[in-house]
C-alpha cells in the first residue's frame, strides 16, 4: 500500500488557463474526497465521491470546477479559466466506507499546490 | 451543521515541557472527531480519532485527547514535547447526515517549540 498520491505536487499557470490534477486513492477505498487549503487556513471541502459517483459537492466549487471519478479509482480535478484565487494546496483523501453511518478516517495525499499568476 | 474553533493559532513551548492544544466543537450530529498533524511540505497524518467510545482517546507519538461534552472541547495533550513535534495540528469534526460524512477541520494551530 503506497498511500494516496497526486500529481503534480506543484503547477504554475497562467490566468484564464485550464488545469487539470490527478489523484489515485488506496486501492481498496471506495471513498474519494478533494480539499483546497489556502493559506493560514484548515482544508475546506470541496467534493466527494463513492465508488464512481459524485455524491456531495459544497458551494465553494463553482461552475468552473469539474471532478470526475470514472471507474471508481483515479479522480481528476479540472479548472477551467483559472483566477488568481484558484492559487491553493488542492488535497485529495479517500477512504473505506461500509456503511451503516460509520465514520472511517480519511487518508490524505501530499497536495498539489496551484500558483495563478 | 457544524464548525470547530481552535483557540490558539500559535503555541510555543521548550522541548520537555507538557503540550496543550485547545479545540471546541460544534455539531447538530453526535460528532466524531479528530486531530490530524501536517508537517512541512508533507500531507497531513491523523493522529487520533474518536468516534463516541472512550472519552479519553489515546494516538501516536504520545498524545492524546478527552472528549467533554459538556464543554463541547476536545482538547490535544502530551506530556512532553519534542523538537520533531513541531508542525500545524488541525482538529476536525465530523458529522453524519443521510449516511454521508464530510469533514470540518478548524483554522489549525502552529507548534513552535524550542530547544
Known sequence: ?117 | AQSVTQLDSHVSVSEGTPVLLRCNYSSSYSPSLFWYVQHPNKGLQLLLKYTSAATLVKGINGFEAEFKKSETSFHLTKPSAHMSDAAEYFCVVSGTNSGYSTLTFGKGTMLLVSP
Open chain 1, 1 to 117: 500500500d503506497t498511500g494516496v498520491s497526486q500529481d503534480p505536487r506543484h503547477k504554475i499557470t497562467k490566468r484564464g488557463q485550464n488545469v487539470t490534477f490527478r489523484c489515485d486513492p488506496i486501492s481498496e477505498h471506495n471513498r474519494l474526497y478533494w480539499y483546497r487549503q489556502t493559506l493560514g487556513q484548515g482544508p475546506e471541502f470541496l467534493t466527494y465521491f463513492q465508488n464512481e459517483a459524485q455524491l456531495e459537492k459544497s458551494r465553494l466549487l463553482s461552475d468552473r470546477f469539474s471532478a470526475e471519478r470514472p471507474k471508481g479509482s483515479f479522480s481528476t480535478l479540472e479548472i477551467q479559466r483559472t483566477e488568481q484565487g484558484d492559487s491553493a494546496m488542492y488535497l485529495c483523501a479517500s477512504s473505506l466506507t461500509r456503511g451503516g453511518g460509520l465514520v472511517y478516517e480519511q487518508y490524505f495525499g501530499p497536495g498539489t499546490r496551484l500558483t495563478v499568476t
